[in-house]
């Protein structure tokens, strides 16, 4: 499902039979956070927003966190008063866990040199207080896997794709797994925008073989909402915070802050004791 008018309403169910529910899950994505365009009180407005109406158990966060840092023109002030930000942002969430991917944008690539603590993706783990590039935890007997596309033409390096392929192996026989990746793994926003992973074919074949554990993958980047099925996974790519970049919209889009036919906003999710999941999007207003 992607781009529906209707979309305050979207809902996929990977199972028409509900079972107990034992995980509600706030998913934020591509914030880009930044100084300008009120950004910091929208964004916390949102926050509070959510904690609010849906009262989530934790929050995942696809990345993207702020605004740039990829680019060659980025200077040092820049990148630590862009975090600085994000950092008071967060504050609205001290009483949650939050649980973090890499996005493209979060990375500073033009420091001095490779050896400066700000260089990196290590420098982005540290300031999102992650444990690792990619990782996994488990709650509730729902086990959740972070990834980092954030490789050669977007995909899991060799290293990554072989853990992967472990935590896969150990998690036990029909126990439900999530995955989150900040690029779209399958669906229809590549076709539409690209910027999906380019070993979708190869990660497809590992979801089959556990096709009895992996349930949903959770995606951001094209800051569009699109609910795809696939082999029994569900691969939603649920918007941006941002929207149009905190902007007021592309010229095609139906409402203030659009990107093409998809308003700002963020996804819930309810995680069942069987395995059952849903994913909402939801249009937020700032």
Not at 49 to 76: C, H, R, T
Not at 139 to 157: A, E, Q, T, Y
Request: proline residues 4%; hydrophobic residues 35%; aromatic residues 12%.
């Amino acid at each position: 499902m992607a781009g529906n008018s209707n979309i305050a309403a979207a809902e996929v169910t990977a199972k028409a039979k509900k079972s107990k529910l034992v995980l509600k899950v706030a998913h934020i994505t591509d914030v880009h956070i930044a100084e300008g365009s009120n950004a910091p009180e929208r964004f916390k407005s949102c926050l509070k927003q959510i904690i609010a109406k849906e009262k989530p158990d934790f929050f995942l966060n696809g990345g993207d966190s702020i605004m740039d840092a990829s680019y060659d023109n980025v200077k040092q002030d820049q990148v630590i008063k862009l975090w600085s930000i994000w950092d008071d942002c967060i504050k609205e969430l001290k009483d949650y866990e939050v649980h973090s991917c890499i996005g493209n944008h979060d990375s500073w690539w033009a420091a001095p040199n490779k050896s400066d603590e700000m260089y990196g993706k290590d420098y982005v783990v540290k300031r999102l207080g992650i444990p690792n590039r990619y990782y996994s935890f488990t709650k509730k007997n729902w086990h959740f896997i972070i990834l980092d596309g954030n490789n050669s033409n977007i995909s899991l390096d060799e290293e990554q794709f072989k853990w992967l392929e472990d935590e896969l192996e150990k998690i036990p026989a029909a126990e439900p797994t999530l995955l989150m990746s900040h690029f779209p793994i399958l669906g229809t926003t590549e076709v539409l925008v690209g910027g999906g992973h380019s070993d979708c074919k190869k990660l497809k074949n590992l979801f089959y073989k556990h096709r009895d554990k992996v349930k949903i993958c959770l995606s951001g980047h094209n800051h569009l909402s699109d609910h795809t099925q696939y082999n029994d996974v569900l691969y939603c790519c649920n918007g941006a915070m941002s929207g149009f970049w905190w902007g007021k919209g592309d010229a095609e889009s139906a409402g203030p802050g659009y990107y093409l036919e998809t308003p700002p906003g963020y996804a819930m999710l309810e995680l069942y004791e069987d395995g059952t999941v849903e994913n909402k999007y939801i249009p937020h207003t700032f």
